[in-house]
């Protein structure tokens, strides 16, 4: 696994309330009982980790969020957009 | 003339509303009707880099002309709204001023967050500007209870004063408590709603990084309905002994026959079906009412993911066949969240649908979501004779707090 991903498990992790250790790309979110408030605190913390902003929505079923490896997907896409390219995925 | 318990009646003699969609009651009145929608384009602040950059604003209001009382005026944007729709509903009650039984008069007017604008620029101005101190009026702009202070000045109240603060329940439960008072013989004589002013940069950076607001409307029970959508503004009630209200020839708009308070004790953000349940149950009980004698229901209807689903299965554990007959409406589809004030503004929308005999429209409701399957009067108004109407407020931490009003006493 890579740095981002590690990075982003590392976040994950810290915000479940039973951390696990078998956490792979294809897990589900679901399956780390991680409920939408969490959520919230882990892109928060994404965000803050690696300097980007994601338009993540609570009242949507993003598909970027469904499992462990679309997150880190999302984030290497908006990593590589840079600062311009997150402030456009925004509008 | 007392109720079935042997307390006193509580009646409605005046109202006032400062909304996106109308600065009086008659304005956002006809706006509900018309099924106009208050949300837009932020116009009042720069938006800068916000991805959230719609809300339902109140544009060009000016507390020079938008407010008559000087005292008021020294307020802060919550106060003003507050006293622009405690001078409405005042009037309308032809009440004196001050009011000549002063310790017999409650000021009951709450907030979701108080003077968040006045915070803002407070810190900008300190953190940012380096100003070397604020403004010698920014605490008293700030205070959560300032704007019931200064509605119970402007009319000599005397009897208890101060603001509740409940979040999206807030007015509800102001106008629950003023009507406590009332019934069992604390006052005569009751202000009570509450007032929201949070549309700040700051204010929109907070709600945007808890992801629950939509980016380009309000959507209740459709399909794509994707977050909330915050605003602004006030609504306010006088309540009133019924006898007193009578013996004065005050006009009576309306009788407030129950009120149902709970709290789903659960969870901040995930609303549960047995608190709503519970707090419908409860006003119903209070009222003395059947399910199926209440005719409009004015709903919370946030439009996000959760309320909507969650409130129309709490809606049918309580109304059971009723449910499906029940005109039920967001009218936050059309002002937007006014937070703390909803409630106030939508009992206003009750007790306006029971007068005119015509229900308002849930506006933007062009693909209903399947598990929301009740009437919810799809984007337009219509005639129907209202006898009893109830009105939903549900609070994050699941703060509930449920009104249902009836014609005037015959």
């Known amino acids: ?91 | 003339m007392k109720r079935a318990d042997g307390s006193r009646r509580v009646v409605v003699t005046g109202m006032g509303a400062v909304t996106p969609i109308g600065l009086d009651v008659n304005e956002y009145w006809a706006s509900l009707k018309a099924g106009k929608c208050g949300v837009g384009r932020i116009e009042n602040f720069p938006i800068e880099d916000l991805y959230i950059p719609i809300a339902g604003e109140i544009k060009g209001f000016d507390p020079a002309t938008h407010v008559k009382s000087k005292q008021v005026q020294y307020g802060e944007r919550y106060s003003w709204f507050a006293g622009r729709a405690a001078d409405e509903a005042w009037t309308q009650s032809g009440l004196a001023k001050p009011y000549g039984n002063p310790y017999r008069a409650c000021c009951i007017v709450g907030s979701g967050a108080g003077g968040y604008s006045t915070v803002e620029n407070a810190y900008r101005s300190l953190f940012i500007e380096n100003k070397k101190a604020t403004h010698p009026l920014t605490l008293l702009r700030i205070i959560v209870s300032s704007a019931s202070a200064h509605v119970g000045i402007e009319y000599g109240i005397k009897g208890p004063t101060f603001a509740t603060c409940s979040a999206c329940s807030t007015a509800t439960h102001a106008i629950s408590l003023a009507y406590d008072y009332i019934r069992n013989g604390v006052v005569d004589v009751g202000v009570a709603g509450a007032s929201e002013a949070v549309l700040t940069y700051g204010s929109m950076r907070v709600w945007q990084a808890m992801r629950v607001l939509s980016p380009d409307g309000c959507f209740p029970f459709n399909k794509k309905r994707n977050g909330t959508v915050l605003a602004e503004g006030a609504g306010i009630l006088i309540l009133e002994e019924y006898e007193h209200a009578r013996r004065r020839g005050a006009p009576i708009l309306a009788e407030l026959l129950g009120c149902g308070l709970s709290s789903d004790s659960k969870d901040m953000v995930n609303p549960d079906i047995d608190g709503p349940r519970s707090a419908m149950q409860l006003a119903l009980d209070d009222a003395g009412l059947d399910p199926s004698e209440i005719d409009y229901l004015n709903a919370h209807g946030t439009a996000t993911a959760l309320n909507d689903v969650n409130e129309t299965n709490a809606i049918k554990a309580v109304f059971g066949d009723h449910a499906s007959k029940l005109a039920i409406s967001s009218t936050k589809s059309m002002t937007g969240h006014l937070l703390g004030a909803g409630g106030g503004i939508e009992a206003i929308a009750c007790i306006k649908a029971m007068e005119e005999g015509f229900v308002p429209p849930t506006i933007n409701l062009t693909d209903p979501d399947p598990k929301c399957d009740l009437d919810y009067v799809p984007n337009v108004g219509r005639e129907k004779k209202v006898r009893y109407t109830m009105s939903n407020s549900f609070a994050f931490g699941g703060l509930n707090a449920v009104l249902v009003f009836g014609q005037p006493p015959a």
């Open chain 1, 1 to 91: 696994m890579d740095e981002v991903a590690t990075k982003i498990i590392e976040i994950l992790k810290k915000h479940m309330k039973e951390p696990r250790d078998n956490i792979e790309l294809s897990t589900p979110l679901t399956d780390l009982k991680i409920e939408s408030l969490d959520l919230a605190m882990i892109v928060f913390d994404i965000e803050d980790s690696f300097q980007i902003e994601i338009p993540y929505n609570a009242n949507e079923e993003v598909e970027d969020f469904k499992t462990v490896g679309s997150v880190v997907d999302r984030v290497k896409s908006l990593i590589a957009a840079g600062p311009a390219g997150a402030g456009a995925a925004k509008a």
